[in-house]
């Protein structure tokens, strides 16, 4: 079974600097797709950014990127220029082809944009 | 155009009842998908219905069922609720392959007394 890591429950950063958040997930799949969501106090779940594990190149959104590491199962996400609304949790989300629309979520990470 | 509607958005109900919730995907969307979310478990798939079949299932009890219309809402009921049925539900729908993002709604936050 597939199953997503997050080992950083909660992080911090001053407003316009970089922070990177970990992922690390399982499967013996070689196609699949990863997802960066972000869960402000709102609580709605806003998609980041999305990543496909055929694609070498790693996907960047404006301030968003990914490092993907297919080999070591890894798949961070950098945000650059922090801004307060960047305050919310974070959570890394897997999507097995064969498994149609069943994302299977890691635990968060909680960021905190300090002013 | 209009995003994911899920209501209520907030829900009180008693051990031993059963709910209803309902969501309405975007427009054009035909998949629509199910989640549950606690402090304890995190977030965890119910179900997912595409053209009004199940097409994948999670690992939840019988008392947890869906269904979806010719419109593609849908809804999910829960029977005789349990104290560990609190939870935030969230509906997403999606155009329906594992490579387009799925679109979330507020959720429902149901409280069991």
């Known amino acids: 079974a597939q199953t997503v890591t997050q080992s950083q429950p909660e992080m911090s950063v001053q407003e316009a600097e970089t922070v990177t958040l970990s992922c690390t997930y399982d499967t013996s799949e070689n196609n699949y797709y990863l997802f960066w969501y972000k869960q402000p106090p709102s609580r709605q779940m806003i998609l980041v950014i999305r990543?496909?594990?055929?694609?070498?190149q790693n996907a960047t959104e404006n301030r968003f990127s990914v490092n993907f590491q297919k080999a070591a199962k890894s798949f961070s996400l950098k945000i650059s220029d922090s801004q307060l609304g960047d305050t919310a949790m974070y959570f890394c989300a897997f999507a097995d082809p064969g498994a149609t629309n069943k994302l299977i979520f890691g635990t968060g990470t909680l960021l905190a944009v300090q002013p | 155009k209009a995003g994911v509607t899920q209501t209520p958005r907030y829900l009180i109900k008693t051990r031993g009842q059963q709910v209803t919730l309902s969501c309405s995907p975007i427009s054009g969307h035909r998949s629509v998908s199910w989640y549950q979310q606690t402090p304890g478990q995190g977030l965890q798939f119910l179900f997912e219905?595409?053209?009004?079949?199940?097409?994948n299932k999670g690992n939840f009890p019988g008392r947890f069922s869906g269904r979806q219309f010719s419109n593609s809402r849908s809804e999910m009921n829960v029977s005789t609720l349990e104290l560990g049925d609190s939870a935030l539900y969230l509906c997403?729908?999606?155009?329906?392959?594992?490579?387009?993002?799925?679109?979330f709604g507020d959720g429902t936050r149901l409280s069991i007394l």
């Open positions: 990543q496909e594990a055929y694609k070498q």
């Open positions: 219905y595409f053209s009004e079949t199940q097409r």
């Open positions: 997403a729908s999606s155009l329906g392959q594992s490579n387009q993002p799925q679109h």
